[in-house]
């Protein structure tokens, strides 16, 4: 025996009969036509969600609660956000409720979590070029078949500082925190300790492991931007103390001028030797021109006289000369490369030193407390949509 589904309409026109209310006064009720009641009895317009609380205002007896009466959010593959918005409204205390509920349960998990502090220091790497040294002489040495060192100590900034290099030496360094009391990272965070469960007892207990996994813990905690139009180059540092975070960053710095300059000063030391190698090459060239020279000028002193003689002279002379000008340029340069083995220039310009922070930098309460919200706001919605 099959169940006949009765309608909204239907069910209408029930209740109109069976109360004897005719179609003109109930239609005046329901702020329609009585041609429109038919057609919502009849069940070839649908009835909008104002209709029905007029009717349901006026007729309180009539019942609405059955489901098969009920208008639907989703007809025809088409939302009706009339009925959607009706639902929710009538849930709306329900709502506020989860809604409030949440976003307490979101600032107290916020606390939970361990507070971090961010400290910053911002620079710009200074232009050099590390070339001058040496490209006054190259094209002359070139032209001897000899070739001059080059200078590529092109250097990325952000490579260097997550470079193993320095970022071992910040892990072994010892940190003053706001607490008055020093410690490296391994210590601080406890990476040489135990487990309780003892599995870290088949682990090596020796001092590279334990480095090892500190450099891949402080990659986390250092991020390094830089902005390619401009050249300017954050660094950040975050840690639990505020006073290590501005420490490190600042330490950062230091080591990575530091190495540049080093490396700087080894290039300046290698063009040195090179120059003073080659100094001796031309003075020994130099002497052996000259000597030529005087030589001719001794065994032909009438050579102005002669257009073949003068011509032999012009050639030694001009081999003499040209030899002398090297040995006068190598001089100089030999000079400039002394200097520059010593000088310690600085490589990057600090605009904003590294402070330590006054505020954590994270959890971010009000991020949990929205996030939260926005969860219990789309849990309550949905389940009053459901239940309906």
């Known amino acids: ?36 009641l038919i057609n919502y009895e009849k ?43 009706m639902v929710l409204y009538r849930r709306k205390n329900y709502i506020i409720t989860t809604l409030l509920l949440t976003m307490i349960l979101g600032l ?8 971090y502090y961010s400290s910053e220091i911002s620079l710009y790497p200074a232009k050099k070029d590390l070339t001058q040294g040496v490209s006054q002489f190259q094209s002359i040495i070139a032209n001897l078949g000899v070739n001059a060192p080059k200078n590529d100590q092109n250097f990325h900034i952000p490579d260097v500082v997550k470079s193993k290099l320095i970022a071992k030496k910040i892990i072994l360094n010892s940190w003053a925190m706001e607490d008055g009391k020093n410690s490296n990272l391994i ?29 891949k813990k402080l990659n986390k905690h250092i991020d390094v931007n830089e902005d390619k139009s401009t050249g300017l180059i954050r660094i950040a540092a975050t840690f639990k103390d505020p006073l290590i975070s501005a420490n490190i960053a600042n330490y950062i710095v230091q080591e990575v001028q530091s190495y540049i300059q080093k490396e700087n000063s080894a290039q ?45 002279f012009s050639k030694f002379f001009r081999e003499a000369e040209a030899k002398k000008e090297v040995y006068v340029m190598l001089q100089q340069q030999l000079e400039l490369a ?40 789309l849990y309550s919605s949905f389940r009053s949509i459901f239940i309906y």
């Open 1 to 36: 025996m099959e169940t006949r589904i009765i309608t909204l309409g239907q069910k209408i026109k029930r209740y109109r009969l069976v109360n004897d209310i005719r179609q003109e006064d109930m239609a005046e009720k329901m702020g329609v036509s009585r041609a429109t």
């Open 338 to 377: 002394r200097i520059d083995e010593v000088k310690k220039s600085p490589i990057l310009h600090i605009l904003d030193k590294a402070v330590p922070p006054t505020r954590k930098s994270s959890p971010r309460r009000l991020f949990f407390m929205f996030l939260f919200s926005f969860i219990g706001f």
């Open 268 to 312: 300046s030391k290698k063009e040195k030797i090179f120059i003073s190698d080659r100094l001796i090459i031309v003075k020994n060239e130099l002497e052996e021109a000259e000597i030529k020279l005087k030589d001719f000028k001794e065994r032909n002193r009438g050579y102005e006289d002669s257009p073949e003689l003068f011509m032999v």
């Open 43 to 85: 069940g070839h317009t649908a009835i909008n969600i104002d209709v029905l609380n007029r009717l349901k205002r006026h007729y309180p007896d009539f019942d609405l609660n059955d489901e098969k009466s009920k208008p639907k959010i989703i007809d025809n593959n088409t939302i009706d956000f009339s009925v959607l918005f």
């Open 187 to 215: 210590n601080l965070w406890s990476l040489n300790k135990k487990n309780w469960f003892g599995f870290k007892d088949s682990q090596p207990a020796d001092s590279a492991y334990f480095i090892d996994i500190a450099i």
């Open 108 to 115: 107290g998990t916020s606390f939970l979590f361990t507070n």
